[in-house]
């Protein structure tokens, strides 16, 4: 039997700190919340100018162990993430200088107990540790110092790879086959969740691990859902009425532990492995089999070629920390850019072999290190709130915070989408709040700090009437959403006009925000076709609207007349017709006003529209209004026509049916879809049996996994498909 990464005795060293743990179920009454959470503030001012005494040690234990608490059995934490790192590190510096200050029950001592109930408790075969935390260079090159040290090596070889910031999940394999999967737990223990394991379909049910000679092995990995998907799923729950969820990576660590497989299975969770803790060669296994796992670079490509989303394209390997150093600074640069969500990198010694020479503290190995990239969680105090009113006459209520700065960005303003999320954060004016930026996800409110309120706060009060037009708001049965339902309110007027001229609509550019509102209050634009009659006069009486900004917005607002009818309807804001089903629609008619005749059930009959959507559109093509607004768009010089429906009738790819996933190798999706259409094609907004091309790239995902199970789907390639055009 071979351990990698590590042999570690389980009833020696570790047992005692789940004995040890403190009994945190009934310890912390509300008036001993606040005054440790006093004693947190105190610290971390103390923390900063590095005056906390030996004195104070087991206070700010205890206020650790109180973080630990609400972190990992309530999930419900008071301070970020950066805050309680930065104490942490204090009281492990503080141990460091003298051994007799370190006790048993410290946690500096122990893996962070916290575990669920809802599934059966499993030991790990080896446990899963923590990661010591670094925030700048000086850490690094400190960490790469103590490891030269330890191992009498002069430049050591590292492995870096992104931190993925998800669920982590330890994985079993017996015989080639997927046997168990489970939680992180406590380190030791972890939640037995095999069955929503199996719904992750990164995850291989078998992998040929017997080719390398490895009868089992624990696979370390974490789990996440894709920014895009996760946009998407929490889009379809605003509109359903119900609240969004807080962020990628609770939302994966969640679905994790959610008890209906076939809910997982929907909310497309991804997984990458990134470690191998534990392996048993075969007795039958040939000489020299396991040699693939000597690195950890090796094994991640072992992994990779095995079946496993590993971060085998992402990873690099460097000589020396210097180089580690600038590989994490350029990755910070381009957090953004990935599809999913990360929050630092990890540094590991890539020979296993010195691994084991420099071992483990109980809290974390001494071969690896995670450097974190800037704060994205801060804590802020809730000032007002304020409501806005959408196209489609929608309250949203924003709140106002003082102003923080969170990874690169300086917050002030939060959407809290309706009443319903402010009463689920039990919010109210003068709260302190959590407040986490994610990539480039709108910034949102964690969850308030009831714990630490002094009787001064005021319960939000949410509308009864239009805050602009005064008119009485409804709330449609079944939705979460309050709305003004005055088609004439100035407010919605204005955000139709705003996203009629947007980029993925019509596209008039100068015709920003800003110069929509401005042109709405003098008087010089009351409605979308208005648009199209502006008095050029005039706006060259304003200041700032020189000849040349003139030109080119009187130019831009003519190119847009040449806009394909998709761009129109898109434009139009109907509720709930995106881009995709615009494409639908388009596809369904030769003239816009077609759709006046469509009854609901015709509607429903096209592609991936549903009974919501097509009640919206027959909505707004049953309104007399609307349709005597395209016919003025029609006079103005605007094509109501489906051009591209006639023009592409007798091209080669007349009666055939697309779909584009991933990232194409030379084309952009939009072009592509355009390529396709143009030729006759038809683009729909999902795999189903209607669709005869399913066109892959890199990264593609739940698409080609479904495509692959209808067999009258041919999955193809970009170059296959520019062939097609060919033909």
């Not at 973080?67 to 009281?91: F, G, V, W």
């Not at 575990?115 to 899963?128: D, E, G, I």
């Not at 483990?360 to 704060?375: D, E």
Request: glycine share 8%.
């Amino acid at each position: 039997m071979i351990c990698t990464y590590n042999t570690l005795i389980f009833s020696g060293l570790f047992d005692h700190h789940l004995t040890l743990a403190p009994k945190v179920e009934t310890m912390y009454s509300p008036q001993s919340t606040k005054a440790l959470q006093k004693e947190t503030v105190d610290f971390l001012k103390k923390a900063v100018n590095g005056k906390i005494g030996a004195k104070e040690i087991e206070s700010l234990r205890q206020v650790l162990r109180f973080h630990e608490y609400r972190y990992y059995l309530l999930n419900d934490p008071l301070i970020a993430d950066p805050e309680y790192d930065k104490l942490y590190k204090a009281l492990e510096e503080m141990e460091g200088e003298d051994a007799s200050l370190v006790s048993s029950d410290s946690p500096t001592q122990r893996v962070a107990k916290g575990l669920t109930k809802a599934f059966p408790t499993v030991q790990h075969l080896v446990p899963m540790l923590s990661l010591e935390n670094s925030y700048d260079s000086d850490d690094l090159i400190s960490f790469d110092r103590k490891a030269r040290e330890g191992t009498g090596v002069d430049k050591i070889e590292y492995c870096v790879e992104p931190k993925f910031d998800g669920g982590s999940i330890s994985l079993i394999y017996e015989d080639d086959m997927l046997v168990r999967g489970a939680t992180r737990g406590n380190g030791l223990e972890g939640d037995e969740i095999t069955s929503n394991v199996r719904q992750i379909r990164s995850i291989p049910l078998s992998a040929k691990f017997s080719d390398y000679g490895i009868e089992q092995i624990e696979i370390r990995g974490e789990v996440l859902i894709n920014k895009d998907k996760f946009a998407k799923f929490n889009q379809q729950l605003i509109e359903q009425g119900l609240a969004p969820l807080a962020n990628p990576r609770n939302a994966a660590s969640g679905t994790l532990r959610i008890k209906d497989p076939q809910e997982v299975k929907r909310r497309n969770l991804e997984a990458f492995v990134y470690n191998i803790s534990f392996y048993v060669r075969s007795k039958k296994a040939a000489k020299g089999t396991a040699n693939n796992l000597q690195t950890h670079s090796a094994a991640l490509e072992m992994l990779w070629n095995l079946g496993f989303r590993s971060p085998q394209k992402e990873k690099k390997v460097f000589k020396g920390i210097q180089s580690v150093i600038e590989y994490c600074n350029e990755f910070e640069s381009k957090r953004d850019d990935l599809p999913y969500e990360i929050d630092g990198m990890v540094i590991k010694i890539n020979d296993v072999d010195l691994q084991d020479k420099l071992g483990m503290t109980s809290h974390h190995p001494r071969w690896a290190i995670a450097y974190k990239f800037k704060a994205r969680q801060a804590t802020s105090k809730l000032l007002n709130v304020e409501f806005q009113v959408g196209r489609t006459g929608s309250i949203t209520p924003v709140a106002k915070i003082q102003p923080v700065h969170i990874g690169g960005v300086t917050v002030s303003s939060i959407s809290l989408f309706n009443e319903d999320v402010i009463r689920e954060k039990d919010l109210k004016i003068g709260d302190r709040v959590l407040v986490e930026r994610a990539g480039d996800v709108i910034p949102y409110i964690v969850k308030s700090m009831a714990e630490l309120r002094t009787g001064s706060e005021k319960k939000i009060q949410f509308l009864k009437n239009c805050p602009v037009c005064e008119s009485k708001l409804f709330k449609e049965e079944g939705e979460a959403a309050w709305r003004c339902i005055n088609i004439e309110c100035p407010a919605q007027v204005v955000e139709r006009i705003i996203h009629f001229v947007s980029k993925d609509a019509m596209d008039i550019r100068g015709f920003g925000d800003a110069n929509v509102r401005k042109f709405y209050e003098l008087g010089l634009l009351k409605d979308i076709p208005g648009i199209y009659t502006l008095d050029f006069n005039r706006l060259g009486e304003l200041e700032g609207f020189g000849q040349k900004s003139l030109d080119n917005l009187q130019s831009a607002i003519e190119n847009s007349k040449k806009q394909p009818l998709h761009r129109l309807i898109f434009g139009l804001g109907i509720r709930f017709v995106g881009e995709t089903t615009a494409k639908t629609l388009t596809q369904a008619v030769d003239h816009l006003l077609d759709l006046k005749d469509f009854t609901l059930e015709q509607l429903q009959d096209l592609e991936d529209i549903g009974p919501k959507v097509a009640g919206s559109v027959f909505h707004f093509f049953s309104n007399k209004d609307n349709i005597q607004i395209l016919k003025e768009l029609e006079k103005l010089g605007l094509t109501l026509k489906n051009q591209k429906k006639q023009h592409s009738s007798d091209g080669n790819l007349t009666g055939t049916t697309f779909l584009f996933t991933g990232t194409l190798p030379t084309l952009k999706r939009s072009e592509a879809e355009e390529m396709a259409e143009a030729n006759g094609g038809q683009i729909l907004g999902g795999v189903s049996a209607k669709l005869n091309y399913l066109v892959v790239g890199e990264d593609a995902g739940s698409k080609l996994e479904k495509a692959k199970k209808i067999n009258t789907v041919k999955i193809i390639s970009e170059a296959e498909f520019l062939r097609l055009l060919k033909k």
